[in-house]
């Protein structure tokens, strides 16, 4: 579902100006750390948000989000996102298999037991009333629900560890990760993420919803105290679950200031609509914008995070539609980012040819001074290798003088100046010939990891007949560098620079890859020492995934061979296959009893066992 955003206000009409031309020169320029230039996910920058491929096939896509169990149709590669939901629940979630009922049944048997309730409470005209996410309601002009109430989703308390640890073991790891765990580089995708107090509230007597009601102790009293709640789930989740790598949808947040803090320890972030009404959007939605996306998708890509961008077009999209996206998409990518066009089938090349004209950005964005006392009134641009990227929210139509040289505008046509009407954007590329620009080659794998040598490198191209040219000692690849002709082999730690050379076209920008590689065999361990689950009542653990460790991937596959003990002794073995291009691996092991299980690391084939080859559970 879109994300929320609970702000509503009557805005003014913005008066149109008629200024001088501006130059490109800008006083003012976003705070921001300057972007890594590794990508360490799949190359390709076309994402998906709940979208399927038409007219192109799906191995074309580097992210899916919605993906499923039967997502095989996707490269290894791909980032698949499973929906969840973490920070609320209802009946609706039974059909994405979250345990809904068991959950309900587990809160009666600790508040049975003296306990704190799990479901957040907010005392209203002197009743304790369950406390609602507003965004499943429905709420009609009266803010009253319209929606079934099978469909409401009702607040946890996300600082709460039993709720963290049945939503990881009961839910995350049974019914998501384990059935797509051959699949490879499956994400968890969490919505209705709305960090704000007030989107949260209670129905009073006549059903009416009434946000932003005080919640009962032990519950979070104020919007502080909940993102504080938010930022201790993600920490905590990454202590408990190292492998799990969560990507999260971008709603409102009550303190814009505190968004580094709750995404210290989230892998990626995602907008489903960034430019849904930009052809005609309120003052206030600007202002906004201004606040919170732009700076927060600019460091989320400063800091080499995930990001997917989604921008709403209409089915008869125009070029135009397309190009409001796109821009604001390369105003604030990171080296992981992709872009999404949702609500019309666009083909991939439709705008990969400016994509590839641009390069690489250089530096984050910046933003010229603000008009008409808006915040947010500005002209934005971002340097590329190849050019510049332009925003005009300024309220006029504004002409750029560009800097000496010579630029050509998308339509490849000469120009000196350009002219940028209000709520649109554009960019300029340096000027070669009137050909498009070839792709930059595809160098895979990409990963966050150290690498065990020899590694082996392939790249490719996409531009027809291509010729691909590379070094690595990290120059830019010229016109005499090395032709590709087969995967290289890694012995030691190097950086991979490639560019594609093909008639008809200007050469492609530089893509690069710096790989770090060990020329040791990886060793392998358990990613936690030790556990505690429960033994009996709802929560009850009767299997449990623990998680192997690899110090570096593997050139060829592992194969890890645990011993299991019970509590009374007995020993049971098995054996663990990690997946290609990943570190990490979960496995199930059956726990029926109470007591202390302890596994052991007792054999690998590809890896050696490491300084944490044992694990202690205890089940009470």
Not at 201 to 206: C, K, Q, T
Not at 514 to 532: E, G, H, L, M, N
Request: proline share 7%; with cysteine.
């Amino acid at each position: 579902m879109a994300a929320v955003y609970t702000a509503k206000r009557k805005e003014r009409l913005i008066l149109r100006r008629i200024i001088a031309p501006i130059s490109l020169i800008f006083l003012t320029s976003v705070v921001g750390v300057q972007a890594q230039t590794n990508r360490t996910v799949m190359d390709t920058e076309l994402g998906s948000i709940f979208t399927p491929a038409v007219g192109f096939p799906n191995t074309d896509f580097g992210a899916y989000i919605g993906a499923g169990k039967a997502s095989t149709m996707f490269t290894p590669q791909t980032l698949k996102g499973h929906y969840m939901h973490f920070n609320h629940f209802g009946p609706f979630d039974e059909q994405l298999g979250f345990p809904y009922s068991a959950l309900r049944t587990y809160e009666s048997q600790e508040v049975a037991a003296g306990r704190a309730p799990i479901f957040v409470t907010a005392t209203y005209q002197g009743k304790k009333r369950p406390v609602l996410f507003n965004a499943y309601l429905g709420l009609d002009a009266n803010h009253k629900p319209t929606t079934p109430q099978s469909n409401w989703m009702y607040a946890v308390n996300v600082a709460d560890d039993r709720l963290i640890r049945f939503w990881l073991d009961q839910y995350t790891r049974p019914v998501v990760l384990q059935p797509m765990n051959a699949l490879g580089n499956v994400w968890v995708y969490l919505d209705g993420c709305a960090f704000t107090y007030a989107a949260y509230g209670v129905l009073d007597d006549s059903g009416t919803f009434v946000g932003g009601v005080p919640w009962d102790p032990p519950f979070q009293q104020n919007s502080s105290e909940y993102l504080n709640s938010i930022a201790y789930f993600f920490n905590r989740l990454k202590q408990l679950a190292p492998d799990i790598n969560v990507i999260t949808d971008i709603g409102s947040m009550s303190d814009p200031s505190q968004f580094q803090n709750v995404y210290a320890s989230i892998g990626g972030a995602l907008a489903e609509d960034v430019t849904a009404w930009y052809s005609t959007p309120t003052q206030g939605q600007r202002n906004g914008f201004y606040r919170q996306v732009l700076p927060w998708f600019a460091w989320v890509g400063s800091t080499g995070r995930v990001g997917i961008l989604g921008t709403l077009l209409p089915t008869n999209w125009q070029e135009a539609h397309l190009m409001a996206g796109f821009i604001f998409y390369e105003l604030v990518k990171g080296p992981n980012f992709f872009f999404a066009t949702r609500g019309a089938h666009v083909p991939p090349r439709a705008w990969e040819g400016w994509n590839a004209a641009l390069g690489a950005p250089v530096g984050t964005y910046q933003q010229g001074p603000s008009y008409g006392g808006e915040v947010a009134n500005r002209l934005y641009s971002r340097r590329y290798e190849n050019g510049y990227v332009y925003l005009n929210w300024t309220g006029s139509t504004e002409t750029v003088t560009l800097p000496a040289g010579k630029w050509v505008d998308p339509h490849h046509h000469p120009v000196t100046k350009i002219r940028i009407p209000n709520l649109t954007g554009t960019f300029v590329t340096r000027a070669g010939s009137d050909a498009d620009t070839a792709q930059a080659p595809s160098i895979e794998p990409r990963c966050p990891y150290a690498m065990t040598g020899p590694a082996t490198v392939t790249l490719s191209s996409s531009t027809p007949n291509a010729t691909i040219r590379y070094t690595l000692d990290g120059s830019t690849p010229t016109s005499s560098s090395p032709v590709y002709s087969g995967p290289l082999q890694l012995h030691s730690s190097r950086v991979v620079n490639a560019r594609a050379f093909a008639s008809g076209y200007n050469p492609s920008a530089t893509s690069t890859n710096a790989y770090k590689i060990s020329a040791d065999v990886p060793a392998v361990r358990f990613a936690t020492s030790s556990d505690t689950v429960r033994a009996s009542g709802a929560a009850a653990v009767s299997t449990y995934y623990p998680v192997l460790e690899l110090s570096a991937v593997p050139e060829e596959s592992v194969t890890v061979t645990y011993a299991l003990t019970s509590p009374s002794g007995k020993t049971t073995t098995g054996s663990v296959k990690f997946v290609s291009g990943e570190i990490y691996q979960q496995f199930p092991i059956r726990i029926p009893q109470a007591g202390t299980w302890e596994l052991a690391i007792i054999h690998a084939d590809g890896a050696i066992p490491g300084l944490a080859p044992t694990f202690r559970l205890t089940k009470h």
